[in-house]
């Protein structure tokens, strides 16, 4: 790895732009107009407007390094208090643990500060959403992250923006919801590390918007209150830093600009339990995100158990549990190969909201 002095910052892009939840990783992360758990605070920190109750979510990460000794570890916590009527809260904790023997580690100066690569950081947030109209959403987070690289430790803090609109398209009997969101992420100072040559990384200042439209049949029963439900999602995301892989211009620093993607998701479900998600994604350049240049597929699924139906509690209860694998573009449409990441998550959801609604006031009072 190669850390470039403050004339020429080079991006940060592992863990701060890879996500580790299982479902929108399945859905081609084209998540940011979904963003309805916890893990809106990776997307757009707006979708934790529409959450009430008590939640959280453990999730995991884990993808090949052909490396002999190599290893990495990537694992995040999130979780959030909200209520309609005073907004919420959220918090999220992620560490990312990587190890590469016999690879080298440069300073601002291109010097060579240790043979071996070892990083150790954690990422830690705290964020506020809240509805401004029946249909539209905003929130706000503060991050701050802090790396040990191989001894070079450094820092930085950050803050996240995003809005959600959601709105019913049928009107009708037929439970849909259309939604947009957009979000700004990760604006805020270098990340300074404390070795003589101020060397510095960026951390990657990312734009995403995008849509989405879920559709449902009702049907009520003992464990559910539909059917069969179907969701496509899109999403273009251009991280503005970006630096260009290609002909080892990553490592140089050089070829710095915007570089945009474009996501497709579908997810498919059954009585809102069990769920099937495909997702593409596509980059017309080198991208050290996927294991194959400009493109990649995802797949994955979930389910959703209505504790509360089940046990007979008064509160709602949801436990989910999601996988996903990715970057399986070289394998065809469903591959299971050794080159791929996989991802899971897990969580509980108390959805309810646990503050009273504040009085409307009368007429005359």
């Known amino acids: 790895m190669l850390l470039e002095s403050m004339n020429c910052a080079a991006q940060v892009l592992d863990p701060y732009e890879i996500p580790v939840d ?4 399945a859905l081609g992360e084209g998540f940011v107009a979904v963003a309805n758990s916890t893990a809106a605070m990776f997307y757009n920190v707006a979708g934790l407007a529409q959450q009430q109750g008590i939640a959280a979510q453990y999730g995991s990460r884990t993808y090949p390094i052909s490396t002999p000794g190599a290893q990495s570890n990537y694992s995040s916590f999130s979780g959030m208090f ?7 809260i959220g918090i999220n904790y992620a560490s990312h643990i990587y190890a590469n023997p016999n690879t ?4 601002g100066a291109h010097a060579v ?3 071996n690569y070892n990083e150790n950081s954690s990422i830690m947030e705290i964020a506020f959403a809240h509805a401004i109209s029946p249909s539209m959403d905003a929130g706000a987070s503060l991050g701050y992250t802090s790396r040990n690289i191989s001894g070079l430790a450094g820092s930085a803090a950050y803050l996240d923006f995003g809005i959600r609109y959601h709105e019913s398209l049928l009107k009708s009997k037929t439970p849909d919801e259309f939604s947009f969101g957009f979000s700004l992420t990760h604006l805020g100072s ?3 590390y404390d070795d003589a040559v101020g060397t510095k990384e960026d951390l990657p200042r990312t734009i995403r918007a995008g849509i989405a439209w879920r559709i449902a049949q009702p049907e009520t029963s003992f464990i559910s209150d539909e059917f069969l439900s179907a969701m496509i ?9 970006q630096v260009d892989t290609a002909a080892s211009a990553m490592l140089e620093g050089s070829n710095p600009g915007a570089k945009g993607y474009w996501s497709l998701g579908i997810e498919a479900g059954a009585w809102d339990i069990v769920f099937f998600r495909y997702g593409l994604e596509y980059r017309p350049y080198n991208s050290v995100y996927s294991y194959a240049n400009n493109s990649q597929t ?9 504790l509360h139906r089940l046990l007979g509690f008064s509160a709602p209860i949801y436990i989910t549990v999601d996988y996903a694998a990715g970057n399986l573009a070289n394998a065809g449409l469903f591959p299971v190969n050794s080159g791929h990441e996989t991802l899971w998550t897990a969580g509980i959801h108390i959805n309810q909201d646990l503050i009273p609604p504040l009085p409307v006031p009368q007429e005359g009072q």
């Not at 797949?299 to 209505?306: D, F, L, R």
Request: proline fraction near 5%; avoid cysteine.
């Open 22 to 25: 299982a479902r929108s990783a």
């Open 82 to 88: 909200g209520s309609q009527a005073f907004g919420t």
């Open 104 to 107: 080298p580690v440069y300073n």
């Open 113 to 115: 500060i240790a043979n």
């Open 190 to 192: 270098l990340i300074s």
């Open 233 to 241: 999602t899109g999403q273009f995301k251009t991280i503005i830093n």
């Open 298 to 306: 995802n797949i994955g699924g979930g389910i959703k158990i209505p």
